[in-house]
T-cell receptor, first 115, second 112 residues
Framework: NAGVTQTPKFRVLKTGQSMTLLCAQDMNHEYMYWYRQDPGMGLRLIHYSVGEGTTAKGEVPDGYNVSRLKKQNFLLGLESAAPSQTSVYFC??????????????FGPGTRLTVT | AQSVTQLGSHVSVSEGALVLLRCNYSSSVPPYLFWYVQYPNQGLQLLLKYTTGATLVKGINGFEAEFKKSETSFHLTKPSAHMSDAAEYFCAVTIGSYQLIWGAGTKLIIKP
């Protein structure tokens, strides 16, 4: 049981390049989230998904797109990277009910630098 | 709008001393409350949570927190700090059925 995994762990992009971050979970969770973490700002929600085939915008969605084609995977895309997107990106998942409802389980993060 | 405030971006305590990390929230409905810990270069890990029932909640690694509705607070405490407690701690509150609002985090520094 790997929990939540993220690929890649590190990436350096040039301004204008595109990339996709992959998040996978093996806990059969309905809900998945993408956050970015910047110093002194806590976690900010980029996009989230409440089930396969559904996505929604969070607090800071501009410049990002997401897809949830399979329940276990949640992809975050950067179409044209900008230096302001330099951050640490975390994926999380949570169940939709039961005793662990609302608990979010996090991946190890992807450190992205845009030059 | 719901919000979470963590007082102090950095808290420094001596090894063996009491740890107190403060969290206040604003919410129009009874919240669920969480504390997460993040060790350097790692993801976040759940320390403890309050949903309903007993207002004093015990978590992992000797931490506990008390939900005080009248003070809209959920402060995190540990009687005796250990060097391994050095990390960043985040308080979070539910704002609906599937989203959390996060505090900005408090870095706990342990002095030998």
């Amino acid at each position: 049981n790997a929990g939540v995994t993220q690929t890649p762990k590190f990436r350096v992009l040039k301004t204008g390049q595109s990339m996709t971050l992959l998040c996978a979970q093996d806990m059969n969770h309905e809900y998945m989230y993408w956050y970015r973490q910047d110093p002194g700002m806590g976690l900010r929600l980029i996009h989230y998904s409440v089930g396969e085939g559904t996505t929604a915008k969070g607090e800071v969605p501009d410049g990002y797109n997401v897809s949830r084609l399979k329940k276990q995977n949640f992809l975050l895309g950067l179409e044209s990277a900008a230096p302001s997107q330099t951050s640490v990106y975390f994926c999380a998942s949570s169940p939709s009910g039961g005793n662990f409802f609302y608990e979010q389980y996090f991946g190890p993060g992807t450190r992205l630098t845009v030059t | 709008a719901q919000s979470v405030t963590q007082l102090g971006s950095h808290v420094s305590v001596s090894e063996g001393a009491l740890v107190l990390l403060r969290c206040n929230y604003s919410s129009s409905v009874p919240p669920y409350l969480f504390w997460y810990v993040q060790y350097p270069n790692q993801g976040l890990q759940l320390l403890l949570k309050y949903t309903t029932g007993a207002t004093l909640v015990k978590g992992i690694n000797g931490f506990e927190a008390e939900f005080k509705k009248s003070e809209t607070s959920f402060h995190l405490t540990k009687p005796s700090a250990h060097m391994s407690d050095a990390a960043e701690y985040f308080c979070a509150v539910t704002i609906g059925s599937y989203q959390l609002i996060w505090g900005a985090g408090t870095k706990l520094i342990i002095k030998p």
